[in-house]
């Protein structure tokens, strides 16, 4: 999991406005900094990735973003019980989604 990079997505036009992402490659990070406008990336440890899905940010929950890459399968693995299980289907459903996108930096998430 060391390999991972993490970070909160902040965008106030959002519903939701902080998502916790999870990255296994640059190349899927900077698609997704750039794909999501008007958006800022706060990078931070898996430690607060952790707190942050457990138990929030000023009493708001924050959700992981964009599992629409994850298999039925791996979706019900998803669990805060095993964050490192959890942080790598992230990163692997982020990776997908980059991927099936082309690697076109240009294109919306």
């Known amino acids: 999991m060391s390999d991972l990079q993490f970070f909160i997505r902040h965008q106030p ?3 939701q406005d902080k998502f916790i992402l999870v990255f296994k ?3 899927a990070r900077d698609y997704f900094k750039k794909a999501i ?3 800022r990336f ?4 898996s430690e607060v990735a952790e707190q942050a899905v457990r138990i929030g940010i000023q009493g708001k929950t924050i959700p992981y ?9 791996e979706m019900n ?17 982020n990776e997908r989604l980059y991927k099936e996108a082309g690697g076109n930096k240009n294109e919306e998430a």
């Open 13 to 15: 036009d959002f519903i």
């Open 65 to 73: 973003g964009y599992t629409l890459k994850l298999t039925d399968e």
């Open 25 to 27: 490659s640059d190349e």
């Open 42 to 45: 706060e990078e931070i440890s």
């Open 37 to 39: 406008k008007n958006s």
């Open 77 to 93: 693995q998803l669990s805060t019980a095993n964050w490192s299980l959890t942080a790598e289907l992230l990163a692997e459903g």
